[in-house]
Protein backbone atom coordinates (compact mmCIF):
# COMPACT_ATOMS: atom_id res chain seq x y z
CA UNK A 1 0.00 0.00 0.00
CA UNK A 2 1.14 3.54 -1.37
CA UNK A 3 2.08 6.18 1.40
CA UNK A 4 -0.03 8.81 1.79
CA UNK A 5 1.04 12.20 3.14
CA UNK A 6 -1.71 14.06 2.06
CA UNK A 7 -3.72 11.76 5.24
CA UNK A 8 -1.10 12.77 7.84
CA UNK A 9 -1.10 16.47 7.55
CA UNK A 10 -3.59 19.04 5.91
CA UNK A 11 -1.63 20.79 3.18
CA UNK A 12 -2.70 24.70 1.72
CA UNK A 13 -2.17 26.03 -1.37
CA UNK A 14 1.20 28.18 -1.87
CA UNK A 15 2.78 26.32 1.70
CA UNK A 16 6.58 27.82 1.90
CA UNK A 17 8.51 24.55 3.44
CA UNK A 18 12.08 24.12 4.94
CA UNK A 19 12.83 20.23 4.67
CA UNK A 20 15.63 18.83 7.20
CA UNK A 21 16.94 16.16 4.93
CA UNK A 22 20.29 14.21 5.96
CA UNK A 23 19.81 11.86 2.67
CA UNK A 24 18.75 9.06 5.00
CA UNK A 25 15.78 6.89 3.95
CA UNK A 26 13.88 8.78 6.39
CA UNK A 27 14.22 12.03 4.94
CA UNK A 28 14.58 11.04 1.50
CA UNK A 29 11.10 9.58 1.51
CA UNK A 30 9.64 12.83 3.02
CA UNK A 31 11.36 14.89 -0.04
CA UNK A 32 9.80 12.29 -2.68
CA UNK A 33 6.35 12.32 -1.14
CA UNK A 34 6.28 16.30 -1.01
CA UNK A 35 7.37 16.11 -4.86
CA UNK A 36 4.63 14.26 -5.80
CA UNK A 37 2.10 16.67 -4.21
CA UNK A 38 3.98 19.93 -5.76
CA UNK A 39 2.23 21.05 -8.30
CA UNK A 40 -1.16 20.10 -6.66
CA UNK A 41 -0.62 22.21 -3.84
CA UNK A 42 2.24 25.00 -5.31
CA UNK A 43 4.50 24.16 -2.50
CA UNK A 44 7.44 26.36 -2.24
CA UNK A 45 10.05 23.55 -0.90
CA UNK A 46 13.29 24.41 0.30
CA UNK A 47 15.88 21.55 1.41
CA UNK A 48 17.85 22.02 4.54
CA UNK A 49 20.94 19.70 4.49
CA UNK A 50 23.23 19.97 7.95
CA UNK A 51 27.16 18.19 7.24
CA UNK A 52 28.03 17.21 10.41
CA UNK A 53 31.33 16.69 9.57
CA UNK A 54 32.07 13.59 11.14
CA UNK A 55 32.56 10.84 8.59
CA UNK A 56 34.20 11.20 5.33
CA UNK A 57 31.38 10.12 3.69
CA UNK A 58 29.42 13.64 4.70
CA UNK A 59 30.93 15.11 1.96
CA UNK A 60 30.02 12.91 -0.58
CA UNK A 61 25.91 13.29 0.81
CA UNK A 62 26.10 17.13 0.65
CA UNK A 63 27.32 16.72 -2.39
CA UNK A 64 24.71 14.43 -3.92
CA UNK A 65 21.68 16.52 -2.26
CA UNK A 66 22.70 19.83 -4.15
CA UNK A 67 22.76 17.36 -7.38
CA UNK A 68 19.28 16.20 -6.44
CA UNK A 69 17.85 19.41 -5.67
CA UNK A 70 19.19 20.68 -9.03
CA UNK A 71 17.86 18.09 -10.51
CA UNK A 72 14.22 18.70 -9.02
CA UNK A 73 14.16 22.23 -8.82
CA UNK A 74 14.28 22.31 -5.44
CA UNK A 75 16.41 25.12 -3.54
CA UNK A 76 18.94 23.88 -1.45
CA UNK A 77 20.67 25.21 1.73
CA UNK A 78 23.51 23.77 3.47
CA UNK A 79 26.40 24.00 6.54
CA UNK A 80 28.75 22.35 7.56
CA UNK A 81 29.74 21.89 11.41
CA UNK A 82 33.45 22.89 11.84
CA UNK A 83 33.82 21.74 15.39
CA UNK A 84 31.98 20.94 18.21
CA UNK A 85 32.23 22.03 22.42
CA UNK A 86 29.98 19.63 24.26
CA UNK A 87 30.29 16.71 26.00
CA UNK A 88 27.38 15.49 24.24
CA UNK A 89 27.67 15.48 20.51
CA UNK A 90 24.27 14.73 19.67
CA UNK A 91 22.86 17.65 21.92
CA UNK A 92 25.06 20.05 20.45
CA UNK A 93 24.80 19.15 16.47
CA UNK A 94 20.82 18.70 17.25
CA UNK A 95 21.09 22.71 18.51
CA UNK A 96 22.90 23.34 15.59
CA UNK A 97 20.69 21.63 13.38
CA UNK A 98 17.49 23.28 14.33
CA UNK A 99 19.39 27.29 14.99
CA UNK A 100 20.38 26.52 11.17
CA UNK A 101 16.69 25.61 10.34
CA UNK A 102 15.31 28.14 11.99
CA UNK A 103 17.12 30.90 10.11
CA UNK A 104 16.31 29.20 7.33
CA UNK A 105 11.95 29.60 7.91
CA UNK A 106 13.10 33.04 8.74
CA UNK A 107 15.11 33.95 5.41
CA UNK A 108 12.19 32.62 3.35
CA UNK A 109 9.02 32.82 5.51
CA UNK A 110 8.40 29.67 5.51
CA UNK A 111 5.17 28.55 7.51
CA UNK A 112 6.68 25.14 8.34
CA UNK A 113 9.61 23.23 9.30
CA UNK A 114 8.86 19.79 8.25
CA UNK A 115 11.23 16.54 9.47
CA UNK A 116 11.50 13.07 8.93
CA UNK A 117 10.67 11.61 12.71
CA UNK A 118 8.82 8.47 12.43
CA UNK A 119 6.64 5.99 14.21
CA UNK A 120 9.78 4.38 15.41
CA UNK A 121 11.04 7.37 16.28
CA UNK A 122 8.40 7.84 18.84
CA UNK A 123 8.64 4.67 20.56
CA UNK A 124 12.25 5.06 21.00
CA UNK A 125 11.78 8.65 22.94
CA UNK A 126 9.20 7.81 25.36
CA UNK A 127 11.29 4.84 26.08
CA UNK A 128 14.21 6.74 27.10
CA UNK A 129 12.53 9.33 28.62
CA UNK A 130 10.76 6.75 30.91
CA UNK A 131 14.18 5.54 31.53
CA UNK A 132 16.00 8.28 32.29
CA UNK A 133 12.74 10.21 34.22
CA UNK A 134 10.64 13.23 33.05
CA UNK A 135 7.40 14.52 33.70
CA UNK A 136 4.15 14.04 31.26
CA UNK A 137 4.82 16.38 28.70
CA UNK A 138 8.50 14.41 28.25
CA UNK A 139 7.03 11.13 28.58
CA UNK A 140 4.86 11.95 25.53
CA UNK A 141 7.91 12.26 23.34
CA UNK A 142 7.89 14.59 20.85
CA UNK A 143 4.24 16.36 18.88
CA UNK A 144 3.47 15.65 15.30
CA UNK A 145 2.87 19.63 15.22
CA UNK A 146 4.41 22.34 17.18
CA UNK A 147 3.35 25.99 17.11
CA UNK A 148 6.93 27.83 17.31
CA UNK A 149 4.70 31.33 16.70
CA UNK A 150 5.41 32.45 13.10
CA UNK A 151 5.90 28.76 11.81
CA UNK A 152 5.34 25.54 13.08
CA UNK A 153 7.22 22.29 12.99
CA UNK A 154 5.71 19.25 11.48
CA UNK A 155 6.07 16.00 11.47
CA UNK A 156 3.90 14.55 9.43
CA UNK A 157 5.61 10.78 8.95
CA UNK A 158 4.79 9.79 12.21
CA UNK A 159 2.33 7.22 11.84
CA UNK A 160 4.86 5.44 9.58
CA UNK A 161 7.62 3.17 10.58
CA UNK A 162 11.05 3.14 9.46
CA UNK A 163 10.16 -0.52 7.49
CA UNK A 164 7.32 1.09 5.29
CA UNK A 165 9.56 4.29 4.20
CA UNK A 166 12.43 1.78 3.53
CA UNK A 167 9.77 -0.18 1.31
CA UNK A 168 8.51 3.26 0.12
CA UNK A 169 11.97 4.49 -0.95
CA UNK A 170 12.22 0.36 -2.79
CA UNK A 171 9.17 1.12 -4.79
CA UNK A 172 10.02 4.17 -5.55
CA UNK A 173 13.67 3.73 -6.68
CA UNK A 174 14.56 6.37 -4.33
CA UNK A 175 18.52 6.49 -3.38
CA UNK A 176 19.24 7.07 0.13
CA UNK A 177 22.67 7.00 2.31
CA UNK A 178 22.79 5.02 5.07
CA UNK A 179 24.42 6.39 8.06
CA UNK A 180 26.75 4.02 9.85
CA UNK A 181 26.27 5.14 13.20
CA UNK A 182 22.88 4.37 13.56
CA UNK A 183 24.51 0.93 14.36
CA UNK A 184 26.74 1.85 16.83
CA UNK A 185 25.67 0.55 20.02
CA UNK A 186 27.43 3.39 22.26
CA UNK A 187 24.33 5.47 20.94
CA UNK A 188 21.35 4.60 23.98
CA UNK A 189 18.77 5.13 21.11
CA UNK A 190 20.45 2.55 18.79
CA UNK A 191 20.25 0.15 21.55
CA UNK A 192 16.67 0.64 21.83
CA UNK A 193 16.18 0.45 18.29
CA UNK A 194 18.25 -3.03 18.01
CA UNK A 195 16.77 -4.69 20.87
CA UNK A 196 13.89 -3.15 22.72
CA UNK A 197 11.67 -2.51 19.49
CA UNK A 198 12.18 -5.82 17.33
CA UNK A 199 10.38 -7.26 20.53
CA UNK A 200 7.60 -4.83 20.81
CA UNK A 201 6.70 -5.09 17.00
CA UNK A 202 6.61 -8.72 17.35
CA UNK A 203 3.61 -8.18 19.88
CA UNK A 204 2.04 -5.85 17.72
CA UNK A 205 3.06 -5.13 14.43
CA UNK A 206 1.21 -1.74 14.84
CA UNK A 207 2.67 -0.40 18.12
CA UNK A 208 3.63 2.68 16.94
CA UNK A 209 0.32 3.56 16.20
CA UNK A 210 -0.31 2.61 20.11
CA UNK A 211 2.38 5.13 20.96
CA UNK A 212 0.96 7.58 18.83
CA UNK A 213 -2.07 7.71 20.94
CA UNK A 214 -0.56 7.23 23.77
CA UNK A 215 1.25 10.60 23.41
CA UNK A 216 -1.43 12.45 22.19
CA UNK A 217 -3.70 11.53 25.45
CA UNK A 218 -0.41 12.82 27.51
CA UNK A 219 -0.70 15.68 25.39
CA UNK A 220 -4.32 16.26 26.31
CA UNK A 221 -3.42 16.06 29.91
CA UNK A 222 -0.67 18.30 29.97
CA UNK A 223 -2.15 21.20 28.07
CA UNK A 224 -4.72 21.10 30.87
CA UNK A 225 -1.55 20.91 33.97
CA UNK A 226 0.48 23.49 32.00
CA UNK A 227 -2.81 26.06 32.53
CA UNK A 228 -2.78 25.55 36.15
CA UNK A 229 0.67 25.68 36.36
CA UNK A 230 0.78 28.52 34.58
CA UNK A 231 -1.75 30.34 36.84
CA UNK A 232 0.36 29.59 40.39
CA UNK A 233 3.83 30.83 37.90
CA UNK A 234 2.01 34.04 38.03
CA UNK A 235 2.82 34.88 41.80
CA UNK A 236 5.63 32.64 42.39
CA UNK A 237 7.91 33.13 39.41
CA UNK A 238 9.28 36.69 39.61
CA UNK A 239 12.45 37.72 38.12
CA UNK A 240 13.47 34.26 37.03
CA UNK A 241 13.17 33.12 40.81
CA UNK A 242 10.90 31.12 42.67
CA UNK A 243 9.19 32.58 45.58
CA UNK A 244 9.79 30.04 48.83
CA UNK A 245 6.83 31.18 50.71
CA UNK A 246 4.50 31.63 48.13
CA UNK A 247 6.02 28.00 46.36
CA UNK A 248 5.22 26.07 49.91
CA UNK A 249 1.19 26.56 49.48
CA UNK A 250 0.61 24.96 46.26
CA UNK A 251 -0.01 21.55 45.51
CA UNK A 252 2.70 19.20 45.15
CA UNK A 253 2.14 18.09 41.58
CA UNK A 254 2.24 21.69 40.94
CA UNK A 255 5.04 22.29 42.76
CA UNK A 256 7.23 19.79 40.82
CA UNK A 257 5.90 21.30 37.34
CA UNK A 258 6.71 24.56 38.34
CA UNK A 259 10.26 23.30 38.94
CA UNK A 260 10.33 21.46 35.30
CA UNK A 261 9.48 24.73 34.00
CA UNK A 262 12.20 26.56 36.01
CA UNK A 263 14.90 23.84 34.42
CA UNK A 264 13.70 24.13 31.00
CA UNK A 265 13.53 27.76 30.85
CA UNK A 266 16.83 27.82 32.49
CA UNK A 267 18.77 25.26 30.21
CA UNK A 268 16.43 25.83 26.84
CA UNK A 269 18.45 23.82 24.32
CA UNK A 270 20.00 21.74 26.47
CA UNK A 271 17.19 19.70 28.24
CA UNK A 272 18.57 16.41 27.05
CA UNK A 273 20.92 17.20 30.30
CA UNK A 274 18.18 17.15 32.84
CA UNK A 275 15.61 14.57 34.64
CA UNK A 276 14.05 13.99 37.15
CA UNK A 277 16.39 13.43 39.95
CA UNK A 278 17.62 16.91 39.25
CA UNK A 279 13.89 18.46 40.15
CA UNK A 280 13.99 15.88 42.61
CA UNK A 281 17.33 17.34 43.84
CA UNK A 282 15.75 20.97 43.96
CA UNK A 283 12.75 19.95 45.39
CA UNK A 284 14.74 18.73 48.48
CA UNK A 285 16.90 21.98 48.54
CA UNK A 286 13.64 23.42 48.51
CA UNK A 287 11.92 21.52 51.52
CA UNK A 288 15.10 20.89 53.18
CA UNK A 289 16.02 22.47 57.17
CA UNK A 290 18.63 24.90 55.83
CA UNK A 291 17.41 28.45 54.84
CA UNK A 292 20.67 29.01 52.60
CA UNK A 293 22.72 26.05 49.73
CA UNK A 294 22.50 25.28 46.25
CA UNK A 295 23.37 22.02 44.18
CA UNK A 296 25.51 21.21 41.60
CA UNK A 297 23.61 20.74 38.44
CA UNK A 298 24.86 20.00 34.42
CA UNK A 299 26.60 22.29 32.27
CA UNK A 300 28.22 23.79 35.20
CA UNK A 301 24.61 25.54 36.48
CA UNK A 302 23.85 25.84 40.42
CA UNK A 303 20.46 26.37 42.15
CA UNK A 304 20.88 28.41 44.83
CA UNK A 305 18.52 28.66 47.69
CA UNK A 306 18.94 32.36 49.86
CA UNK A 307 16.10 32.16 52.14
CA UNK A 308 12.70 33.02 50.49
CA UNK A 309 14.24 32.11 47.11
CA UNK A 310 16.11 29.80 44.44
CA UNK A 311 17.29 30.49 41.18
CA UNK A 312 19.53 28.83 39.05
CA UNK A 313 22.64 30.44 37.64
CA UNK A 314 26.07 29.71 35.44
CA UNK A 315 28.52 28.71 38.43
CA UNK A 316 31.06 29.71 35.60
CA UNK A 317 29.78 33.06 35.40
CA UNK A 318 30.82 33.73 39.09
CA UNK A 319 33.93 36.07 39.94
CA UNK A 320 35.06 33.62 42.59
CA UNK A 321 37.42 36.36 44.72
CA UNK A 322 38.63 40.38 44.03
CA UNK A 323 41.07 42.68 45.52
CA UNK A 324 41.22 46.08 44.83
CA UNK A 325 43.60 48.75 46.82
CA UNK A 326 41.42 51.71 47.01
CA UNK A 327 42.58 55.34 47.11
CA UNK A 328 39.39 57.60 46.23
CA UNK A 329 36.42 55.29 44.21
CA UNK A 330 36.43 51.61 43.24
CA UNK A 331 33.79 50.27 41.53
CA UNK A 332 32.98 46.37 42.94
CA UNK A 333 31.80 43.67 41.10
CA UNK A 334 28.36 43.47 42.93
CA UNK A 335 27.38 46.42 40.86
CA UNK A 336 28.38 49.20 43.57
CA UNK A 337 30.74 51.30 44.06
CA UNK A 338 32.89 52.52 47.22
CA UNK A 339 34.24 56.30 47.20
CA UNK A 340 35.97 58.80 49.14
CA UNK A 341 34.02 62.31 49.98
CA UNK A 342 34.73 65.15 51.47
CA UNK A 343 31.80 65.19 54.08
CA UNK A 344 28.37 63.75 54.58
CA UNK A 345 25.59 63.87 57.19
CA UNK A 346 24.68 60.41 57.07
CA UNK A 347 26.07 58.50 59.71
CA UNK A 348 24.69 54.65 58.19
CA UNK A 349 26.14 51.59 57.85
CA UNK A 350 27.13 52.69 54.28
CA UNK A 351 29.36 55.62 55.57
CA UNK A 352 32.82 54.98 57.37
CA UNK A 353 35.63 57.52 58.99
CA UNK A 354 38.89 56.61 59.69
CA UNK A 355 41.86 57.94 61.34
CA UNK A 356 44.81 56.90 59.10
CA UNK A 357 47.10 56.72 62.16
CA UNK A 358 45.00 53.91 63.43
CA UNK A 359 45.73 51.84 60.19
CA UNK A 360 47.94 50.62 58.43
CA UNK A 361 47.15 52.35 54.34
CA UNK A 362 46.70 51.48 51.33
CA UNK A 363 43.27 50.08 52.53
CA UNK A 364 42.23 47.22 50.53
CA UNK A 365 38.56 46.38 49.37
CA UNK A 366 38.56 42.07 48.63
CA UNK A 367 36.19 39.29 49.29
CA UNK A 368 35.85 37.61 52.83
CA UNK A 369 38.38 34.81 53.28
CA UNK A 370 37.84 32.14 55.81
CA UNK A 371 38.14 32.61 59.48
CA UNK A 372 38.08 36.85 58.94
CA UNK A 373 36.58 38.87 62.01
CA UNK A 374 35.81 42.25 62.90
CA UNK A 375 35.94 44.10 66.05
CA UNK A 376 31.96 45.66 65.92
CA UNK A 377 32.03 49.39 67.02
CA UNK A 378 30.78 49.58 70.54
CA UNK A 379 30.96 45.90 71.79
CA UNK A 380 33.83 43.87 73.51
CA UNK A 381 35.53 41.75 71.76
CA UNK A 382 35.29 40.31 67.46
CA UNK A 383 32.90 38.22 65.75
CA UNK A 384 32.70 36.40 62.70
CA UNK A 385 31.74 37.85 59.62
CA UNK A 386 30.25 34.64 58.49
CA UNK A 387 28.29 34.99 61.67
CA UNK A 388 27.34 38.82 60.78
CA UNK A 389 26.24 37.68 57.26
CA UNK A 390 23.77 34.93 58.84
CA UNK A 391 22.65 37.59 61.55
CA UNK A 392 21.70 39.92 58.84
CA UNK A 393 20.23 37.54 56.56
CA UNK A 394 22.46 38.18 53.60
CA UNK A 395 21.43 35.64 51.22
CA UNK A 396 24.46 32.71 50.53
CA UNK A 397 24.86 34.07 46.52
CA UNK A 398 25.75 37.44 47.82
CA UNK A 399 28.80 36.52 51.03
CA UNK A 400 31.18 36.01 48.75
CA UNK A 401 31.31 38.97 46.53
CA UNK A 402 30.41 41.13 49.43
CA UNK A 403 32.90 43.98 49.76
CA UNK A 404 35.07 43.66 52.80
CA UNK A 405 37.05 46.74 53.22
CA UNK A 406 40.82 45.86 55.32
CA UNK A 407 43.74 47.60 55.87
CA UNK A 408 46.94 46.60 54.72
CA UNK A 409 48.27 44.36 57.73
CA UNK A 410 44.21 42.66 56.83
CA UNK A 411 42.40 43.97 60.17
CA UNK A 412 38.98 44.47 59.31
CA UNK A 413 37.60 47.85 58.64
CA UNK A 414 34.20 47.98 57.61
CA UNK A 415 31.79 45.89 55.80
CA UNK A 416 29.92 47.82 54.20
CA UNK A 417 26.26 48.66 54.29
CA UNK A 418 26.30 46.03 57.32
CA UNK A 419 28.48 46.72 60.26
CA UNK A 420 31.44 49.06 61.32
CA UNK A 421 34.46 48.05 63.47
CA UNK A 422 35.83 50.06 66.01
CA UNK A 423 38.23 52.02 63.61
CA UNK A 424 35.00 54.22 62.33
CA UNK A 425 35.02 57.37 64.01
CA UNK A 426 31.54 59.65 65.27
CA UNK A 427 31.65 62.59 63.49
CA UNK A 428 32.80 64.69 66.29
CA UNK A 429 36.17 62.58 66.21
CA UNK A 430 39.17 63.13 64.32
CA UNK A 431 39.20 61.29 61.35
CA UNK A 432 40.93 62.53 57.43
CA UNK A 433 39.01 59.88 55.44
CA UNK A 434 35.60 59.07 54.64
CA UNK A 435 33.96 56.28 53.00
CA UNK A 436 30.77 55.91 50.95
CA UNK A 437 28.99 52.90 50.00
CA UNK A 438 26.50 53.10 47.57
Known sequence: MELNIEKCFNFNNNDIIVVGCST????????????????????????AHVNHNVRSQSYEEAEYMQNYCNSNNLVFETMTIEKYGDDNFENEARNIRYNFFEKLVNKYNANYLMTAHHGDDLIETILMRISRGSNLSGYGGFHKVVDMGNYKIVRPLIYFTKEQLVEYNRKNHIYYYVDASNSDENYTRNRYRRHVLPFLKNEDKNIHLKYVKFSENLDEVNNYI????????????????????????????????????????????????????????????????????????PNEVIAIRNYNELELRKSSDEILSYEIEFNTFAKLPNGHIIEKV????????????????DVKLPLIIRTRKFGDRISVKGLN????????????KIKVSDRDFWPIVVDSSGKVIWIP??????????????????????
Do not use: T, W
Request: aromatic share 10%.
Open 226 to 297: VKERNKALKNVYVNKKILISKFFKLDCFIQKEILYYLMSDFYSDDLILINDRHVKLINDLIHGRKVNGYINL
Open 381 to 392: GSRKIKDIFIDK
Open 417 to 438: GIKKSKFDKNKNESYDIIMKYR
Open 24 to 47: GPDSMALVDMLLKIRKKYNLYIVI
Open 342 to 357: DSVDNNSNNICRINSK
